[in-house]
């Protein structure tokens, strides 16, 4: 029984009037729903600009010296219509003259680009008949912009312990001299969470505009699986692999206080979404494999050297090379005589001479081989380390496909396996691991 529910809605739930209706019902239809937290109004269709994106533009026009009056006029006739279509009264003429001073006396772009969540949340405390609590006064950060959390967690939990209901605005908080920061894009999620987290919610759940997180790329697989179940290692997993529904912060104040969050869809509330907790219900069946994720753009630094294996601090010199030159590693496959690094494509681009003139002056390798254009995939899953012929199942499944594996990782977790690919056959691996795998 979830005797407290904290909410958030995002931008397509809130692009215009008639989805913020649709959100009012979900929150009024639940006493639960006692917080809500609110994005700025996002895209009504797909080349419509983000009322957040406009803000920005205003800043950037300011800070040129430019006129940002047609940009800023743009984002008050967006007000102007949701306020008329909703049917409040709300000033906000008054609203857009404020940040337009703010504007001209050159403030930092924080400011302009929370004012978005800033004033749809006070609209929509409006309509709801809620009271607004601004996100400055409980969300703090430290001098070096870091959130606060021991000061917020108090103080939003002792503000909204004193109200019944509340609309409070994402994306912001304050530093320590009242100045306004916002966490970065798509932040609200991370709001969201530290407000469910300060009033111990039971449940935090994440409104959008997908039914929950799915278990494959659906620009790559045809109708994937909406994933029910997904535990909070699990998800970091595949948010890491590129698999992305909620800002990668916003897992960590919720996950600390073991409170659930789901994802849900505000255009199909009916769809049960995706349920992400600390440990699988217990009545739900095991499955192997939650999901699957990958990303491109990966090389791999192999180096060779005949009796590397008696060599102590060979490993750690390499990778010391790497870390150095700013270049963390994702993988680092060994075997007897031969270590691979496997790094990102781009960062090793920019340090490429330097890296491999200090390799070889320092570890003297016979070889050093270089592979471009990989593609890494991770098969996911908590269950996997009680299945025997997991690895077995995941190299058939390419072997059919006629995929080559460059690489194999299989975390020592046991919770996925990875394996590098030609960044060619990225498509046709993530279809056939799919098929094998999930489907
Ligand atoms: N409005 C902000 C953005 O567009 C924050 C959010 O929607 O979560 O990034």
């Avoid at 209706?21 to 983000?50: W, Y």
């Avoid at 009264?89 to 504007?103: A, C, G, Q, V």
């Avoid at 994937?224 to 699990?234: A, G």
């Avoid at 960590?252 to 009916?270: C, E, L, S």
Wanted: with cysteine.
């Amino acid at each position: 029984m979830n005797n407290l529910v904290v909410l958030k809605f995002g931008g397509t739930s809130l692009a215009d009037a008639s989805q913020i209706k649709k959100a009012a019902g979900i929150i009024k239809a639940n006493p639960a729903r006692k917080f809500v937290i609110l994005s700025a109004p996002g895209k009504r269709f797909s080349d419509d600009i983000k009322v957040t994106d406009l803000l920005y533009k205003c800043h950037q026009e300011a800070q040129n010296g430019g006129d940002f009056s047609q940009t800023l006029a743009k984002i008050s006739d967006r007000y102007s219509e949701i306020i008329k279509d909703l049917g409040v009264d709300f000033d906000i003429k008054s609203e857009i003259e404020i940040i337009k001073k703010n504007l001209e006396a050159g403030i930092t772009p924080d400011y302009p680009a929370s004012r978005g969540e800033y004033i749809n949340s006070k609209i929509i405390a409006k309509f709801l008949g809620w009271p607004f609590v601004d996100a400055a006064e409980i969300i703090f950060f430290n001098e070096n912009g870091i959130l606060d959390e021991e000061k917020t967690f108090s103080a939003a939990g002792e503000k909204l312990k004193s109200l019944e209901n509340a609309v409070i605005p994402g994306f912001y908080g304050a530093m320590p001299d009242g100045k306004i920061k916002t966490f970065s894009r798509g932040g609200s999620d991370v709001t969201g969470s530290i407000i469910a987290r300060s009033v111990s919610a039971d449940l935090y759940e994440n409104w959008t505009d997908v039914s929950g997180m799915l278990s494959a790329d659906p620009r790559i697989v045809k109708n994937p699986k909406v994933i029910e179940y997904i535990t909070y290692t699990e998800l970091r997993e595949l948010s890491y692999m590129g698999a992305s529904v909620l800002h990668e912060d916003a897992v960590f104040p919720v996950r600390k206080a073991g409170i659930p969050i789901n994802i849900r869809n505000t255009n199909k509330p009916d769809d049960n979404g995706t349920l992400i907790a600390a440990s699988l219900p217990k009545n739900i069946e095991k499955r192997a494999v939650t999901g699957i994720a990958g990303r491109k753009g990966f090389t791999s630094i192999r180096v060779e050297k005949s009796m590397m294996n008696v060599e102590t601090g060979f490993g750690a010199k390499l990778l010391y090379i790497f870390s150095r030159n700013g270049i963390p590693f994702e993988h680092c496959p060994t075997g007897i005589d031969a270590i691979s690094v496997v790094i990102n494509s781009e960062l090793f681009d920019q340090k490429r001479e330097t890296v491999l003139r200090e390799i070889k002056s320092e570890l003297n390798p016979d070889f050093i081989t270089i592979e471009k254009n990989l593609a890494s995939i991770a098969v996911v899953g908590e269950g996997m380390i009680s299945v025997k012929g997991m690895a077995a199942r995941v190299f058939d499944a390419l072997a059919k496909a006629d995929i080559n594996i460059r690489m194999i990782d299989q975390g020592s977790d046991e919770l996925n396996i990875i394996v590098g690919i030609d960044e060619a056959e990225y498509e046709k691996a993530i279809n056939a691991l799919y098929s094998k795998m999930i489907a």
